[in-house]
C-alpha cells in the first residue's frame, strides 16, 4: 500500500518504554510507528483481533501464516502478522497508532507457559539455546517473564524445573548441562 502521501507525526518514544510487551520505534519509509512482537496464549487471539477491528474501517481476517497483512490507508499505518507457534500465536504489529498500542496492551495477555510451548523439553537439562528455543526465550518469553513483580511469577504455577532454569537465567548464571 502507498504511504508517500502521508506525514510522519512524531511518536512519544518514552511512552511504552516500560511495558510488556515491549515496543521499539521503527521509520516506516517516512512514517515513525510503534513495532511490537509478543506471543500470547491462543485463548487471547480473538480478543486481539476484536481490538484491532475497532481501530480498521474494513476488519481483519486472520490469516494465520507470517506473511504481514498491511491494512494502511491514507490516515492509518497498520501491518499484522498473526501466526501460530509455540503452542499460541506470535503477534507482530506496526503501526502509528498510540491509541491501538495502548488498547492492545490494557489485558496483559500472557504467553502459553514454558511448559505449553515446549512440553517435550525437561528445564533441567537445557544448557546453551540455540534456534527456535533461544528465539523464544530471548524474544517472546523472557521480555514477559521479566515483566512480573514476584507474586505475579508465582501465579504462573510454572513446574520447578522451569522455575529454576529462569532463576538461573534471571540472576546471570549459566544454566547447568
Known amino acids: 500500500m502507498m504511504h508517500s502521501d502521508r506525514k510522519s507525526k512524531e511518536l512519544d518514544k518514552d511512552k511504552f518504554s516500560n511495558n510488556y510487551p515491549q515496543i521499539a520505534n521503527r521509520l516506516e519509509g517516512h512514517i515513525q510507528t510503534y513495532n511490537t512482537l509478543f506471543l500470547v496464549d491462543t485463548k487471547y487471539t480473538q480478543e486481539i483481533v476484536e481490538v484491532i477491528n475497532e481501530y480498521l ?77 533461544d528465539f523464544w526465550l530471548n524474544w517472546l518469553w523472557m521480555p514477559f517473564y521479566l515483566s512480573l513483580p514476584a507474586d505475579e511469577k508465582k501465579k504462573l504455577q510454572l513446574p520447578p524445573d522451569w522455575i529454576e532454569y529462569l532463576e538461573d537465567i534471571c540472576s546471570g548464571s549459566s544454566p547447568s548441562n
Do not use: C, M, W
Request: aromatic content about 8%; hydrophobic content about 30%.
Open 57 to 133: 474501517t474494513t476488519p481483519y481476517e486472520l490469516k494465520r501464516d507470517k506473511k504481514p497483512q498491511d491494512l494502511s490507508n491514507k490516515e492509518k499505518f497498520l501491518k499484522v502478522n498473526i501466526f501460530p507457534d509455540f503452542n499460541g500465536n506470535i503477534i507482530h504489529l506496526i503501526t502509528d497508532s498510540e491509541e491501538l498500542i495502548s488498547n492492545l496492551f490494557k489485558n496483559h495477555h500472557q504467553p502459553p507457559n514454558p511448559e505449553i510451548s515446549f512440553p517435550e523439553v525437561d528445564a533441567g537439562g537445557l544448557g546453551s539455546l540455540q534456534g527456535s528455543i
